[in-house]
């Protein structure tokens, strides 16, 4: 894969993986403790009202705005991580934890290029390695989401 196709592969990538961490459509879920359940509605809520800012900063920006468009998605996505951790169970923060460590990583790298997704080429195989670290979180925060949340992610 050549190194143009691989930047333009990491950045969607990267917003996949960020709206897995923020959730999508939700419609409730259950758990096996009152305690949990408390918790697990209070994180799926949290990462839905997040899903929803996000969709609404974004909402009606051109592909021609791309270099804006990623500055508002990583910039609320970045300043909800407390917000999701707080509200996180247990059994999740360690996953969020890895999710957010590569979100940050590309938030970094795209600030430091101006939002411009060709500067991020000198950085592709931090990237690269930093997402496949990420991938395993990535998956069992999808299934909490569908399973749990019963968001269509």
């Known amino acids: 894969m050549s190194l143009v196709h691989r930047v333009r ?52 920006l051109s592909a021609a705005s791309l270099p804006t468009q990623l500055e508002t998605k990583y910039t609320l996505i970045v300043h909800a991580e407390p917000k999701l951790l707080g509200a996180a169970p247990g059994s999740l923060k360690r996953d969020l934890r890895k999710v957010f460590s590569f979100v940050n990583l590309v938030y970094a790298k795209l600030k430091s290029a101006n939002w411009q997704i060709a500067g991020l080429a000198s950085s592709i195989g931090v990237l690269e390695a930093k997402a496949k670290q990420a991938e395993p979180a990535v998956t069992r925060l999808g299934h909490y989401y569908r399973t749990t949340c019963r968001f269509h992610v």
């Open 9 to 60: 592969f990491l950045v969607p990538a990267a917003c996949v993986l960020a709206a897995l961490t923020v959730g999508a459509s939700v419609a409730g879920g259950a758990s096996r403790t009152p305690a949990a359940a408390v918790r697990a509605a209070s994180f799926c809520s949290v990462s839905r009202d997040v899903a929803k800012a996000l969709v609404r900063a974004t909402k009606g």
